[in-house]
């Protein structure tokens, strides 16, 4: 793994030397991505190290909030950009692919590292009721303004000033579902979902023989981290549609498997890691909450902050397509997404997991990415 974060850092500055040297050529798009990829995963791994280290001081609740706030931090940045150059689709790829990939690919990796060589590991059984709530509202908040784009589309001549309009109210109502989730897990409830920091599972943070960070170095790590992502994350997306156009990928699949992964590249190694360390409750914490704030908070942000930005042309890149982003997700997408909640709903309400209810994530996660990947290229997302 560290050689994997030097080649990372190593990256950065050879994918700017890159898009630069090579602008216009044929090769430089898929170069540029590949070194954009590699540089973001070194500074999401240290994003994930100072949450990590502010979680020990905070317990598994408020630890997992702050890694999925963080974390996702790379996915809201690679998103704005997205928007600004009008790339809508793949910004919405990008978020489907990111509840996927945490219900899925992190947690279902959790289950697996930690669950290897032990019969079962526990979790709060109340956490994992009420995130399902939530993510049964995620998910149906997906499905309707799909829904109604489908049923409608033929018969309504007002469809497109309808539709936003649905996307629209739906954000308002999600955000504060969200901020009523926040106030019932961290204020009016706290006692039933926070453990205090000092009852980790299994203490083995190294036997004390790693030196714990201040709470300044962590938030300035945290920020420093983000910097960087918001810096190699516009090379990143300017690259992956021409890159997608030459290969003859679609731009699904680009978003829901690729930059997904690499924008959940924090959580990725803080979940496996903790899971390692037989601490499933903040493990699974981190993957409920990355998924809800991607859902519940960062995706309605962003079709207000797109309205925004169509209205008003700010921060608007020349030649962008005028046209704002919608919750009108692809069938594919959405049947994807529902998919995901449910089988995570369903092995999750016991506060129980093993390798092989990980593994059995893993596997859908594989099919789901080999779906996307042979969608024809070019073809519509709706």
Known sequence: MRYLYFCGYLAIPLAFFVHLVGHGKTWEPTATFILAALGVVPLAHLMGDATEQLTEKTGPTWGGLLNATFGNA????????????????????????????????????????????????????STAETNAGLLAIAAAAMMLPAVFHFSFKLNDARLIEHEHAVSIGTSVILLAVYGLGMLFTLKTHAHIFTRPPCESPEDSRGGG????????????????????VALVAELLVGSAESM??????????????????????????????????????TAMTITYQSSLQIALFVTPMLILLSAFMVSTGFGMSAGAGRVAMDLIFSPMEVIAVFLSVAILILLGLNGET??????????????????????PAGLPGR
């Open 74 to 125: 790379a996915e809201l940045i690679i998103a704005i950009i997205g928007l600004s150059k009008g790339l809508n689709d793949i910004v919405k790829a990008s978020l489907t692919g990111s509840i996927i990939g945490n219900l899925l690919l992190v947690s279902g990796g959790a289950m697996v590292v930690g669950g290897w060589k032990r019969e079962k590991q526990t979790f709060n059984r």
């Open 354 to 375: 093993n390798w092989f209810e990980g593994a059995l994530l893993l596997a859908l996660y594989a099919i789901l990415a080999i779906a996307f990947f042979y969608i």
């Open 244 to 281: 997608a156009h030459r290969l003859g990928w679609n731009f699904i699949f680009v978003g829901v498997i690729l930059l997904a992964i690499i924008g959940n590249a924090a959580e990725h190694s803080t979940a496996l890691l903790l899971a390692k360390r037989n601490d499933m409750e």
């Open 209 to 228: 023989s790693r030196a714990a960070w201040s709470v300044r170095r962590s938030m300035l790590t945290l920020i420093g981290a983000s910097v960087g």
